[in-house]
C-alpha cells in the first residue's frame, strides 16, 4: 500500500508551501506557490483532485463567478490560514490529509480546497505546474542518491537488454515524478553523444558521483539525470 508514504508527501508538501503562500504580496506569486504545490504533491492525487475538482467548478459556478476579485488574503485563508485569517499551527488542508485514510479521500481534500479558488487562480496554478514542474531537492537528495547506487549494482548485474531495461524503468519509477519528467524532457533536447555508446555500469556510476555532489539545487539534479539518460539509446528510455 503506497498511501501512506503518498500522504506523508502531501502533508509534508502543504507545510512547505504554507510559508510561500502566506508570504506572498499579489495574485500571481500567490498562483505561482500553488502552481509548485501541485507539482509537489503525488502525481495520482492531483490528477483525482484536479478531475474532482471540475465537477465541483460545475456545481458551484455562480459563487467562483462571484469570487473573481476576491482578495489576496482572503484566498490565503481558504487554502491555508484559518478563516478569521490567523496562522494556525495546523492549517484546515492539512488537518484534511493528516485524516485522510485512502487517496479519494486526500484528493477530496484537495479538490475541496482547490474548488474555493476563482477559475483564473486556479488555472494559473495548474498552467504553472505543468509548465514549470516542481519538488524539493532537498529532502530527496538522500533517496536519489541510494537509488542510483540501486540501479548502478541492478546494471552490473543485468545479463540481457530486458533485464537492464527493468533496472532503469524501476529507477525512474521511484524517482520524485517531477525530477524524472524534466530530465527526459531536458535528455531529448541535448544532441546525442558522438562516438561509441558507453558501457551501463560506467554511466552508472557517474550517475550516482554526479547526484551525490548535486548540492547546489534542483537544476543540477535534473542536469544529472538528463546527461545520464542522453547516452542510453533513446528506445531504451521510451521503454523505461
Given at each position: 500500500?503506497?498511501?501512506?508514504q503518498?500522504?506523508?508527501?502531501?502533508?509534508?508538501?502543504?507545510?512547505k508551501?504554507?510559508?510561500c503562500?502566506?508570504?506572498?504580496?499579489?495574485?500571481?506569486?500567490?498562483?505561482?506557490?500553488?502552481?509548485?504545490?501541485?507539482?509537489?504533491?503525488?502525481?495520482?492525487?492531483v490528477?483525482?483532485?484536479?478531475?474532482?475538482?471540475?465537477?465541483?467548478?460545475?456545481?458551484?459556478?455562480?459563487?467562483?463567478?462571484?469570487?473573481?476579485?476576491?482578495?489576496?488574503?482572503?484566498?490565503?485563508?481558504?487554502?491555508?490560514?484559518?478563516?478569521?485569517?490567523?496562522?494556525?499551527?495546523?492549517?484546515?488542508?492539512?488537518?484534511?490529509?493528516?485524516?485522510?485514510?485512502?487517496e479519494?479521500?486526500?484528493?477530496?481534500?484537495?479538490?475541496?480546497?482547490?474548488?474555493?479558488?476563482?477559475?483564473?487562480?486556479?488555472k494559473?496554478?495548474?498552467?504553472?505546474?505543468?509548465?514549470?514542474?516542481?519538488?524539493d531537492?532537498?529532502?530527496?537528495?538522500t533517496?536519489?542518491?541510494?537509488?542510483?547506487?540501486?540501479?548502478?549494482?541492478?546494471?552490473?548485474?543485468?545479463?540481457?537488454?530486458?533485464?537492464?531495461?527493468?533496472?532503469?524503468?524501476?529507477?525512474?519509477?521511484?524517482?520524485?515524478?517531477?525530477?524524472a519528467?524534466?530530465?527526459?524532457?531536458?535528455?531529448?533536447?541535448?544532441?546525442?553523444?558522438?562516438?561509441?555508446?558507453?558501457y551501463?555500469?560506467?554511466?552508472?556510476e557517474?550517475?550516482?558521483?554526479?547526484?551525490?555532489?548535486?548540492?547546489?539545487?534542483r537544476?543540477?539534479?535534473?542536469?544529472?539525470?538528463?546527461?545520464?539518460?542522453?547516452?542510453?539509446?533513446?528506445q531504451q528510455?521510451?521503454h523505461?
Amino acid at each position: 500500500d503506497h498511501y501512506p508514504q503518498a500522504r506523508h508527501t502531501a502533508v509534508v508538501s502543504t507545510r512547505k508551501v504554507r510559508e510561500c503562500v502566506e508570504g506572498a504580496f499579489s495574485l500571481p506569486e500567490f498562483s505561482t506557490c500553488v502552481g509548485v504545490y501541485l507539482g509537489l504533491l503525488p502525481h495520482g492525487l492531483v490528477s483525482r483532485a484536479l478531475n474532482t475538482n471540475l465537477l465541483s467548478v460545475k456545481t458551484e459556478a455562480k459563487r467562483l463567478e462571484g469570487d473573481a476579485e476576491a482578495s489576496l488574503q482572503d484566498l490565503k485563508k481558504r487554502l491555508f490560514l484559518g478563516e478569521g485569517g490567523e496562522v494556525l499551527s495546523v492549517g484546515p488542508l492539512e488537518r484534511c490529509l493528516e485524516e485522510s485514510r485512502g487517496e479519494e479521500a486526500a484528493a477530496g481534500c484537495i479538490s475541496d480546497a482547490l474548488s474555493r479558488l476563482p477559475k483564473a487562480v486556479l488555472k494559473e496554478a495548474v498552467d504553472s505546474a505543468r509548465q514549470h514542474p516542481a519538488f524539493d531537492w532537498q529532502s530527496e537528495h538522500t533517496r536519489t542518491v541510494r537509488l542510483a547506487g540501486l540501479l548502478y549494482r541492478c546494471i552490473g548485474q543485468a545479463r540481457t537488454v530486458p533485464e537492464g531495461d527493468l533496472c532503469l524503468g524501476t529507477f525512474m519509477a521511484a524517482l520524485p515524478e517531477s525530477l524524472a519528467e524534466r530530465a527526459v524532457r531536458v535528455a531529448r533536447e541535448r544532441p546525442r553523444p558522438a562516438g561509441a555508446a558507453e558501457y551501463p555500469r560506467l554511466l552508472g556510476e557517474r550517475l550516482v558521483r554526479c547526484v551525490s555532489g548535486a548540492n547546489s539545487g534542483r537544476d543540477s539534479a535534473i542536469f544529472c539525470l538528463a546527461k545520464f539518460l542522453s547516452h542510453l539509446p533513446a528506445q531504451q528510455v521510451r521503454h523505461a
